[in-house]
C-alpha cells in the first residue's frame, strides 16, 4: 500500500518532504485525487523510501537524545 495522507497529517508529511503525498480531506473531487496519488506513489515508491530512511536517521538521534541524557 502506498503512503497517502489526509491534511491532519500534513506537518508529519511535509517534515518528511512528503507533502505532495497529501490529499485534503475536503477534497471535492476526493475519489480521483485518491486514485491519481496512490498511482504517483507508486511511480515514486524508491524515492519515498530514500526521503523517509534519510528522515528517519535524522531524527532518530534527535528523540533519542533526552533519554540518553536521562532527561526522562
Do not use: W
Not at 40 to 59: C, D, H, L, N, V
Amino acid at each position: 500500500m502506498s503512503y497517502l495522507c489526509a491534511n491532519n497529517r500534513f506537518d508529519f508529511a511535509a517534515s518528511l518532504g512528503l507533502d505532495c503525498y497529501v490529499i485534503s480531506t475536503a477534497s471535492l473531487q476526493l475519489d480521483t485525487d485518491l486514485i491519481e496519488t496512490a498511482a504517483f506513489a507508486k511511480q515514486q515508491r524508491r524515492r519515498i523510501i530514500t526521503q523517509y530512511e534519510s528522515a528517519r536517521r535524522r531524527y532518530t538521534p534527535l528523540l533519542l537524545e533526552s533519554f540518553d541524557h536521562g532527561l526522562f
